[in-house]
């Protein structure tokens, strides 16, 4: 059991070095651009369906 919980220790400290690697600069940067155009994609499709409730709006309302 002594074994079990030193290989587990030593298992857990390994992966949470390794959590706190760097991570390249141009990898930050492509989720950055990816987060920016999904917000943008994101806008898009709220007008697209703003305007159709509206144009469903103004067809009931005649």
Do not use: C, H, N
């Not at 074994?3 to 940067?29: C, I």
């Not at 806008?43 to 103004?58: C, E, T, W």
Request: charged share 15%; glycine share 12%; net charge positive.
């Amino acid at each position: 059991m002594q074994k079990l919980k030193a290989l587990f220790a030593a298992g857990s400290a390994l992966a949470a070095g390794s959590a706190f690697a760097e991570v390249p600069a141009g990898v930050t940067e492509a989720i950055t651009a990816a987060g920016t155009d999904a917000a943008v994609i994101g806008g898009a499709v709220l007008v697209v369906l703003i305007g159709i409730a509206a144009f469903k709006y103004m067809r009931r309302a005649m």
